[in-house]
């Protein structure tokens, strides 16, 4: 497992952007696939984008595809989530999660179940109207 710290997270106006990190400390962080989730109050946990260890695969909710890139840094055991155009809908805490998989389609299909090892604490993102 590794552990994972979350950051970028905060106000923004709609229509704005806002790029949150995910900085992982542990073994072997390059090969892992990483995905972000968010959870708006009184919802359920969402997924919103997954990547994979190599960053050759990458899956995108619909409510973010279109606007969102989400990446990975291994030189600097870092992943990213960017979001363009954000919207008062996108207000949320955004998490970040890790894990080891054999391949991208097992991966999503963990993910589509918030079923990954390592997660991270969260950071709180408001979009204002």
């Known amino acids: 497992q590794v552990n994972l710290v979350e950051s970028g997270g905060g106000l923004v106006q709609t229509g704005g952007s806002l790029r949150l990190s995910c900085a992982a400390s542990?073994?072997?962080?390059?090969?892992?696939?990483m995905a972000w989730f968010r959870q708006a109050p009184g919802k359920a946990r969402e997924l919103v984008a997954v990547c994979s260890w190599n960053g050759g695969d990458t899956y995108y909710a619909d409510s973010v595809k279109g606007r969102s890139t989400v990446y990975k840094e291994n030189s600097k055991n870092t992943g990213y989530l960017e979001i363009d155009n954000l919207q008062p809908a996108d207000t949320a805490v955004y998490y970040c999660a890790a894990d080891q998989f054999p391949t991208f389609s097992i991966a999503t299909t963990a993910a589509q179940k918030a079923d990954f090892g390592s997660w991270g604490q969260g950071t709180q993102v408001t979009v204002s109207s």
């Open positions: 542990g073994r072997d962080f390059i090969t892992y696939t």
